[in-house]
Nanobody, 128 residues
C-alpha cells in the first residue's frame, strides 16, 4: 500500500515559481513516481516522472527546461520544481506511484494508466 500527500500548490503570476511536494509512505520504494496534471475539461496528462532506482527522469515536452522532478530518499518525498510558469500550467497536480518496471523500449512512463497509486492533488493557478 502506498499513500501520497501533495502540497505546495498555490496562485502565482506568469513567470513565477512553485515547488510541489509529495510526501509518500510505503513499505517498499515504488519503481516509478510521477507528477500529473488535469485542467478543467481536459484529460489528465503526465508532466514528469522519475525512476527511483537510478534517478532517470522523464518530462513532457511542454515543461522541459522549466520543471524539474527530484526525490529525497531520506524524507520519502518527491518534488516538482516549477519555474517560468505559464497560464496553461494551471491545473490540479497529482503525485503518482507504481511498482511495475518499464520494459526496455517502452514509451516514457508518463501515461496515467501505468500508475496504481495516486494522491488527492494540489491546485496550481497561474494568472497572466
Amino acid at each position: 500500500q502506498v499513500q501520497l500527500v501533495e502540497s505546495g500548490g498555490g496562485s502565482v503570476q506568469t513567470g513565477g515559481s512553485l515547488r510541489l511536494s509529495c510526501a509518500a509512505s510505503y513499505a517498499y520504494t515504488p519503481y516509478y513516481m510521477g507528477w500529473f496534471r488535469q485542467a478543467p475539461g481536459k484529460e489528465r496528462e503526465g508532466v514528469a516522472a522519475i525512476y527511483t532506482g537510478g534517478g532517470s527522469t522523464y518530462y513532457d515536452n511542454s515543461v522541459k527546461g522549466r520543471f524539474t522532478i527530484s526525490q529525497d530518499d531520506a524524507k520519502n518525498t518527491l518534488y516538482l520544481q516549477m519555474n517560468s510558469l505559464k497560464p496553461e500550467d494551471t491545473a490540479m497536480y497529482y503525485c503518482a506511484a507504481d511498482y511495475r518496471p518499464n520494459p526496455a523500449g517502452a514509451p516514457a512512463p508518463l501515461e496515467s494508466w501505468r500508475y496504481r497509486y495516486w494522491g488527492q492533488g494540489t491546485q496550481v493557478t497561474v494568472s497572466s
